[in-house]
């Protein structure tokens, strides 16, 4: 990961971070549940995996 700052207006510094991504290949009843399982419309399908990701390790954890 990488930061940069741009210059957009005059006094005003934005920073945009690179983030390393890749494409997959989901279904779209997949798709349709990552939509109904996120918490605020703008959450990202990254963010909802890693959320069920962490759940099922806490779940695995204590059984």
Do not use: C, N
């Amino acid at each position: 990961m990488s930061i940069r700052f741009i210059y957009l207006i005059p006094l005003l510094w934005f920073i945009v971070v690179d983030m390393e991504s890749m494409s997959v290949r989901i279904k779209k009843d997949t798709i349709e549940e990552l939509k109904r399982l996120k918490v605020h419309y703008r959450e990202t399908y990254d963010d909802v995996i890693k959320r069920l990701i962490e759940a099922w390790k806490g779940r695995t954890r204590s059984q």
